[in-house]
Structure formats: structure tokens, C-alpha cells
């Protein structure tokens, strides 16, 4: 077994070193993409200057937020972002930086970040409050995100928690899981030209598939033979490099908007402004999450799988095919995460990185809420988006990610087992 695990190690190593091997750009360049809230901003105006001070060319952002302009040759660059072109209620987050020097390598493109915020927020363009009712309003505002994010998160997190409470694999290629389903309706809304309802259901069904062949072809067999935990989770850390690579090399590096719903103008809520894709998504990932929450209550399925969660061997014992509930555990995970995928997607452009740049806050909820529960999943993913996006009231946007780390380590002192875990004894 262990010359099994090696080898496939190395397998895997040599082709994410073969999918990762250097392309080289044709010229030079500078590009980016603005957005404001996850949306893409079209319209804004880019000029680019040489070192000497002589214009190289201007560029205007796209329908999906992107821009570039080629440069003649390597050397330092001014870029300029004309803050008159921002449509309204979005402004530079820094206003000292509507200007950047960017140096460009031989044979690079360069990417140009500038910072975008909804006009008002802090490090805007807008005045400040008016003393009170303008900080309640971006509470409010802060909060409707936070159960935003905190659904979408639920969504992985609930998938996550139900396979290690059956399997007891810490999965993390779950994330994998989750970029798998954004590029498949991607794949299906933009190049075959389907409607994303329609390519949104299509890829659902994939992921649920997508989830019960790994199960089916690689843990499964993983578990017959003995294999360790530890084992499985070393293996699934490899899996997930070998997936993301394979994304990027088919998808590319930059991240791209579905066609549909796209850039859709807010409406207002009271205090809450959103677009109206948000309000449905919201809808739809509670919905789910309330089914599987009943199915695991009322069927029979769901009754299997908190048997085997809770003991397998005695559920064996009792007549339940451990590995045919294992496997639909693994086919609603894929179908779910691929659903928090699209939603993610939704939200935010697609890309080969988005399930990684979330699965730190998937594994954060499953762990605040407690590991192998579904509800302490839903709880503790609710938590984590609700803290994130609130903490941003007091501590700058770049660290709010780190504020939500250090609820849940708090947590953990006081509660290791989480908010709905069971304590268990050892020994």
C-alpha cells in the first residue's frame, strides 16, 4: 500500500509539474479588471504613460470590468484611472492611488489592481455619516452580505461535513468540487450558449455524478484496502493541486462572468441595496438547505447516513449497506458544492482558484459548528459570513478573513467540539 500511495503521489506531482511548466507571453502588457462588489464595472477610463512622460494608449473597461493596453517594451509605466468615468455609487477605495507606477518585465503582462468600493464605504469618495443613521444603514447593508456569503458557504460546508461524518475523510479536494460546478455551467451558459438556469440544473446533475465516480472508482477502493485516513487526506491535498491545475489549463488564468445576469442594477430594500439575482440566490440556497435538512430528519436514507455517521460497524451489523449510503452521501456533496459553486460563481467571476479561495472558510464553518453535523455546518458557516463581512465595520477589508479565523480559534477554546458538536469520549 505504501508503494501504492508514492506512486501515485508521484504521478500526480509530475503532472501538475507538467501542467504548471512556464508560457510565455508574446509581448508586453498591462491589464486588469474592475469590480465592485464581486460586479464588473464597464465604462472607466485607463491611460497609460511611459516613464519619459509620453502617452502609450488608453483603454475602457469592458462589459465584463476587463482592460488592457500593449506596450511598446519593458521598462516603468503610469497607469490612470479617471476617477470622472466611475459610474455612480462606486469610487476608488484609496483616493491617493488613482495613479499607479507599474513596472513590466520582458515578454510580461502585467496586472493592475485598483481598488474599488461602493461610494460612501470606508476609504471612499463620499462624505462620511451623518452620525448615526448612515452606520446603521451599512450594517444592515453588511449584514444582508454576510447571509449572503454564509448560505454559499453553507452549501460547501454542508457537503463537506456529511461525507467526513460518514467516511471520516477530511476532503481537501472538496473545494475542487465546488470550481468543477462553476465551470461546467460556465461551460454550458457561455460556449454552448444555454440559458444558466437550464446550464445551472445540467451541472448539478454532473457534479452529483462527478461525486459519486470519485467515490465510486477512487476513495471507495481507497477504503477497501485498508488505506489511513491521514493517508486519504495526504492523497486528497494531492488531488486537489492535480484538479486546480487541470482547470487552469483548460479554463486559463483569468476569471470570466456567466452571460446571463450579469451586471444587474440594484434595487432597494429599505436600507439593503442588491442586485436581484442576489435575493434569488438566497432563496434558492435556502430552499436546498432546508430540503437536505428534512431529508436527513424524515427519510430513510437520511436516517442511514446519521446511523453510519454515528456507527458504522453497528450499522453494518443492522442490515444498512454502508457503501451504498456512502456513495449517495458522496453523490448529493458533489451536487450540492457544485450548486455552491454556481452561486460563487454568481456572485464573483469564475476561476481555476475560486473553490481554493473559499475552502479555508468551508473547513472554518464545518469546524465552528461542529465536524460531521449538517445543521452545525449550516450554523457555523452562517457565522463565519455573518462575521466576515460585519467585521469590516471596524477593521480594514484586507483582514476581515482573519477576524473570522480568530472567532472560530476562540471558539474552539472554550467549545472543541463545536456549536452543535457532541462531546465524545476517548479512552
Excluded at 166 to 185: D, I, Q, R, V
Excluded at 244 to 262: C, H, I, S, T
Excluded at 342 to 366: E, K, P, R, T
Amino acid at each position: 500500500m505504501r508503494r501504492a500511495v508514492i506512486a501515485f503521489t508521484a504521478f500526480m506531482g509530475g503532472l501538475v509539474f507538467l501542467l504548471t511548466a512556464p508560457a510565455w507571453a508574446d509581448g508586453e502588457a498591462l491589464k486588469g479588471t474592475l469590480q465592485n462588489q464581486g460586479q464588473p464595472v464597464n465604462g472607466v477610463k485607463i491611460s497609460v504613460v511611459a516613464e519619459d512622460g509620453k502617452p502609450v494608449d488608453d483603454a475602457t473597461s469592458g462589459a465584463d470590468g476587463k482592460w488592457e493596453v500593449p506596450v511598446p517594451k519593458a521598462g516603468k509605466y503610469k497607469v490612470t484611472l479617471d476617477t470622472s468615468t466611475l459610474p455612480a455609487g462606486v469610487a476608488l477605495k484609496f483616493q491617493n492611488r488613482s495613479t499607479l507606477d507599474v513596472q513590466v518585465y520582458d515578454g510580461s503582462v502585467r496586472n493592475v489592481l485598483f481598488a474599488l468600493v461602493p461610494a460612501g464605504a470606508k476609504g471612499g469618495a463620499a462624505p462620511a455619516d451623518d452620525g448615526g443613521t448612515s452606520f446603521w444603514d451599512r450594517v444592515a447593508q453588511l449584514t444582508f452580505e454576510g447571509f449572503n456569503l454564509g448560505l454559499i458557504i453553507a452549501l460547501a460546508a454542508m457537503g463537506l461535513s456529511l461525507v467526513f461524518g460518514t467516511t471520516g475523510l477530511t476532503n481537501f479536494a472538496h473545494g475542487e468540487l465546488l470550481t468543477f460546478g462553476a465551470m461546467c455551467a460556465y461551460f454550458f451558459n457561455v460556449v454552448v450558449g444555454v440559458h444558466l438556469v437550464w446550464a445551472a440544473l445540467i451541472s448539478v446533475v454532473i457534479g452529483g455524478i462527478f461525486g459519486y465516480g470519485q467515490d465510486r472508482f477512487f476513495w471507495g477502493r481507497l477504503r477497501r484496502r485498508g488505506s489511513s485516513l491521514v493517508a486519504m487526506m495526504i492523497i486528497s491535498i494531492g488531488l486537489a493541486l492535480f484538479l486546480r491545475y487541470v482547470f487552469l489549463f483548460f479554463f486559463g488564468g483569468e476569471g470570466a462572468p456567466y452571460a446571463d445576469y450579469n451586471a444587474q442594477p440594484g434595487i432597494q430594500v429599505g436600507p439593503i441595496s442588491a442586485a436581484p439575482k442576489n435575493f434569488v440566490a438566497m432563496g434558492i440556497e435556502l430552499l436546498v438547505l432546508v430540503i437536505v435538512g428534512l431529508a436527513l430528519l424524515k427519510t430513510r436514507i437520511g436516517k442511514a447516513a446519521r446511523a453510519v455517521a454515528d456507527n458504522p460497524a453497528l450499522a453494518a451489523s443492522s442490515g444498512i449497506n454502508v457503501d451504498r449510503v456512502i456513495r449517495i452521501i458522496w453523490t448529493v456533496g458533489g451536487a450540492i458544492a457544485s450548486l455552491a459553486g454556481i452561486m460563487l460563481g454568481l456572485s464573483q467571476n469564475v476561476s481555476y482558484q475560486m473553490g481554493f479561495q473559499i475552502l479555508l472558510l468551508v473547513f472554518a464553518g464545518v469546524t465552528l459548528g461542529g465536524l460531521g453535523t449538517a445543521f452545525g455546518a449550516l450554523v457555523g458557516s452562517i457565522v463565519v459570513g455573518l462575521f466576515i463581512q460585519l467585521s469590516t465595520v471596524v477593521v480594514p477589508t484586507e483582514l476581515k478573513t482573519v477576524g473570522a479565523l480568530l472567532v472560530l480559534i476562540l471558539v474552539m477554546l472554550f467549545r472543541p467540539q463545536g456549536i452543535l458538536g457532541r462531546r465524545e469520549r476517548i479512552g
